[in-house]
């Protein structure tokens, strides 16, 4: 089984849970059930994905205790506001068919829109309701962390932002970590990018595990927690299984050395998307 990282508020969190970014609506229920029964209880899904039916009948169809499996879902750009995210979340339950949700995270601050510190006043109230176990936020940059500090009451849990090997994202990531925030990293693979790289293949080899278990243990190892997707059940079972060996403090800093700034996805400064 995955150890949990136990959140600032007390709530554990599963460290490697399955993300379906990405995963189409009608494919999603078939690739959560995978990841359940490989043996994932933590999934990843965000409004935006327009995949929580799936995700919600893949729980269902598996029947695994509630409390066995943590869910977190999150609100889009358009749904910011205090109203809005509300009825956001009231939506999103729906859809999952839970009526707790584990961890609910503001998707991206949405700077031009400037309405992330009421829509965290939302995520409050729910925590406070007991809707949500745990509130938190994802590609928040540093400012946005210090301005729901200075003007709210309740710090995030996590901040999950992109982190792999070619984009290490140090400035997020630090920000976060001194202030209690737990880093979740999306693609934690660099979309693929990262399982190339020589000081990853030649680790991979000199163990006997694949490059993106790795990866995945690097992040492990320095304290994240990864939301791996894949499509290929083979995969899916082979990115949670990363508990049967471990990077020594060499092979760590090996690939600390990779980051390069290759950013693969939006850049939260700017990204302001209605649909995501
Ligand atoms: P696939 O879905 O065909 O398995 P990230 O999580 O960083 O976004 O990366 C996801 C990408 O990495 C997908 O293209 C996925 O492809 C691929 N991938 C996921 N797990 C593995 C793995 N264990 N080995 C190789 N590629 C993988």
Known sequence: TVPALTLDN???????????????????????????????????TAAAYRNEEGVGAALRAVGLPREDVFVTTKVRNKDHGLEETLAAFDASSRALGLDVVDLYLIHWPVPSQDRYVETWRALEKLHADGAVRAIGVSNFLPEHLERLGAETDVLPAVNQVEVHPGFQNRAVTEASERAGIAVEAYSPLGRGAALDKPEVTRTAKGLGVTPAQVVLRWHLQRGR???????????????IDLFGFELDEDQLAAIDALDAGERTGWDPATMDLPQA
Request: glycine share 8%.
């Open 225 to 239: 927690i990864v939301i791996p997707k894949s499509a290929t059940p083979e995969r899916i079972q082979q990115n």
């Open 10 to 44: 007390g709530v554990q969190i599963p460290q490697v849970g399955f993300g379906v970014f990405q995963v189409p609506s009608e494919e999603t229920q078939r690739a959560v059930e995978t990841a359940l029964e490989a043996g994932y209880r933590h999934i990843d």
